[in-house]
């Protein structure tokens, strides 16, 4: 599986909030929950965050919020997986949700010796799937070369 889409209500007891509003700190965790499960299952086995990059905050979310966060496989390198996440919000009432952030990951497949192991190789088909892995490709190539 290439993707994963987690969805839930933003709760008082998600940790800290300030004034009905999530912290920027449970957020990142969501987007390293979802990347790490997105890359876990296209690994097959275990795997360590290498990068979290490029989180820009938009909106707040608040408490009580219908939550989504979406993690998609942008590309494979021999033993990594770069990942898109975006986190979306809304009410439950209008049901409509807005993006809240986007940022690149990359995740490092580990043998039991905390080791990189080579992972399956992605390759993108759609023109969309092409542009994200170029997309997040970019990202995490400048980011490096700072």
């Given at each position: 599986?290439?993707?994963?889409?987690?969805?839930?209500?933003?709760?008082?007891?998600?940790?800290?909030?300030?004034?009905?509003?999530?912290?920027?700190?449970?957020?990142?965790?969501?987007?390293?929950?979802?990347?790490?499960?997105?890359?876990?299952r296209?690994?097959?086995g275990?795997c360590?965050?290498?990068?979290?990059?490029?989180?820009?905050?938009?909106?707040?979310?608040?408490?009580?919020?219908?939550?989504?966060?979406?993690?998609?496989?942008?590309?494979?390198?021999?033993?990594?997986?770069?990942?898109?996440?975006?986190?979306?919000?809304?009410?439950?009432?209008?049901?409509?949700?807005?993006?809240?952030?986007y940022?690149?990951?990359?995740?490092?497949?580990?043998?039991?010796?905390?080791?990189?192991?080579?992972?399956?190789?992605?390759?993108?088909?759609?023109?969309?799937?092409?542009?994200?892995?170029?997309?997040?490709?970019?990202?995490?190539?400048?980011v490096?070369?700072?």
């Amino acid at each position: 599986m290439h993707s994963i889409t987690l969805r839930f209500l933003a709760s008082h007891n998600e940790g800290e909030h300030l004034a009905g509003k999530i912290s920027g700190g449970t957020v990142l965790r969501w987007v390293d929950e979802a990347g790490f499960a997105c890359a876990t299952r296209w690994a097959k086995g275990p795997c360590m965050t290498a990068l979290v990059s490029g989180a820009r905050f938009h909106h707040p979310i608040l408490v009580g919020d219908l939550v989504e966060v979406q993690a998609r496989l942008a590309y494979t390198g021999t033993s990594s997986m770069g990942i898109a996440v975006e986190v979306f919000s809304g009410s439950m009432p209008t049901g409509e949700l807005r993006q809240v952030l986007y940022c690149a990951t990359v995740y490092v497949a580990t043998d039991a010796n905390d080791r990189p192991r080579p992972v399956d190789t992605w390759n993108p088909e759609t023109p969309g799937d092409m542009a994200l892995a170029e997309r997040v490709r970019a990202h995490v190539n400048a980011v490096r070369s700072v």
